[in-house]
């Protein structure tokens, strides 16, 4: 049974950091891509980043990129988002997600539809 578990999420003034982990589970951790997404209330889930099986690809949602960063440690199953100059617009419910696609184009790292893992979501909260 795969499982995915992220932790990490908390109430954080603006301009803070936050690093969310996701563990996973029942998998093999290093033939699966890994993306976060989040989903403020009431709107869409959206794209956040992506990295690739070994970790060399990375992309990122524009209003995030230049401040958060995706790595991922394939001996210990895990995926980590390190959240940095945090805006209170970042505050959303974080999910991880993996994925067995193997296309290099861009949109199938963003396109939340070829995840076929999810973890139950890990809560951020940014304080103007």
């Known amino acids: 049974q795969v499982q995915l578990v992220e932790v990490g999420g908390g109430f954080v003034q603006a301009g803070g950091s936050l690093r969310l982990s996701c563990a996973a589970s029942?998998?093999?951790?290093?033939?699966?891509?890994m993306g976060w997404f989040r989903q403020a209330p009431g709107k869409e889930r959206e794209f956040v980043a992506a990295?690739?099986?070994?970790?060399?690809?990375?992309y990122y949602t524009g209003s995030v990129e230049g401040r958060f960063i995706i790595s991922r440690d394939n001996a210990k199953n895990t995926v980590y988002l390190q959240m940095n100059s945090l805006k209170p617009e970042d505050t959303a419910v974080y999910y991880c997600?993996?994925?067995?696609?193997?296309?290099?184009?861009?949109?199938?790292?963003?396109?939340?539809?070829?995840?076929?893992?999810w973890g139950q979501g890990t809560q951020v909260t940014v304080s103007s």
């Open positions: 997600a993996a994925s067995t696609d193997y296309s290099t184009y861009r949109f199938y790292y963003e396109t939340a539809e070829k995840y076929a893992y």
């Open positions: 029942g998998l093999t951790f290093s033939n699966f891509r």
């Open positions: 990295i690739s099986r070994r970790g060399g690809v990375t």
